[in-house]
């Protein structure tokens, strides 16, 4: 039997085991080690058989990359169409939810698969069913000293624009341009990670760090930063949230983890133009809050 790990993502281990060679290469972060593992590990079985989904329910088109469906028996399948001999067609099964998991392929691939890339819906799902957390469409970032900052935002929100700014201006560690993951723990109310699936400025770091403060963020001439009520936050935060829409129960999680942190942290909108200097405004700006509150 072949075992491979790989390296945390937000605490998490992902195990991958097969009868067979398991041959993987790097995805877009081609140094990613991991964060700090404090979680059992997601496992996976990777076997040869049947990739159709049968008679199961379409709950969600992510084409090209993936649909997910919920099949009789109420399982959830997430089906991968075979992109090129790197990305062959894959069937994801949810054997325990949050912790094995069931991967079919009709044939040992040919060639070394990019697993990390596969692994983002696996974790995707894996969080709120173990109500850890949630993934978050965001740009993320740790300021020595102060914590984590959470900007959340659609795809044309500035994501990535700000992980550029950010970068050439400010003197902070850039969790991701695009998907961070949100976590409560027990040893603190909520924290942000890190992950290996970046935006287009490929910005990834296997840190993490308490939530201080959650910025939604958005492109102004004139600078300007206003606090928000957890009334008018959670309705943006929906949209940026990764949650199986089709599972009444983990909804319902992660609509009270969203409810916990709006009501623990504070949140903000801000507007500025995508130069220079607007980075260490927002830093600035946010350190400004913080000793005033």
């Known amino acids: 039997m072949t075992r491979v790990a790989l390296p ?19 995805w877009l972060v081609h140094d990613w080690s991991g964060s700090r593992a404090t979680e059992s590990a997601i496992e996976v079985r990777h076997v040869i058989g049947d990739t159709s989904v049968g008679a199961a329910r379409l709950v969600y088109d992510g084409l090209p990359w993936n649909q997910i469906h919920v099949d009789p028996e109420g399982r959830t399948l997430v089906h991968f169409k075979a992109i090129d001999t790197h990305l062959p067609e894959q069937l994801l099964i949810s054997v325990e939810p949050g912790f094995r998991y069931e991967l079919r392929q009709a044939a040992v691939p040919s060639e070394p698969i990019p697993q990390m890339a596969r692994d983002l819906p696996l974790l995707t799902l894996a969080l709120p069913s173990r109500g850890r957390g949630a993934l978050v469409h965001a740009c993320g970032f740790i300021v020595d000293g102060f914590g984590g900052v959470l900007c959340p935002g659609i795809s044309g929100a500035g994501k990535s624009t700000l992980a550029r700014l950010l970068a050439q201006d400010a003197p902070v560690t850039i969790l991701s341009d695009d998907r961070v993951v949100l976590v409560s723990e027990a040893s603190r109310p909520f924290s942000i990670w890190g992950t290996p699936w970046p935006g287009d400025a490929l ?89 005033n509150a």
């Open 8 to 26: 945390p993502v937000a605490g998490v281990p992902i195990v991958h085991e097969a009868d067979f060679d398991l041959r993987f290469r790097s």
């Open 203 to 291: 910005a990834a770091s296997e840190r993490d760090g308490p939530l201080r403060a959650i910025v939604f963020i958005g492109r102004g001439e004139h600078h300007r930063l206003q606090r928000l009520t957890p009334g008018n936050a959670v309705r943006r935060f929906y949209g940026v949230l990764g949650i199986p829409l089709w599972d009444k129960v983990l909804v319902q999680t992660a609509l009270e983890l969203v409810d916990g942190v709006l009501a623990a942290v504070p949140a903000y909108e801000a507007t500025y133009p995508p130069v220079a200097g607007s980075a260490n405004w927002l830093v600035d700006s946010l350190l400004n809050e913080a000793t």
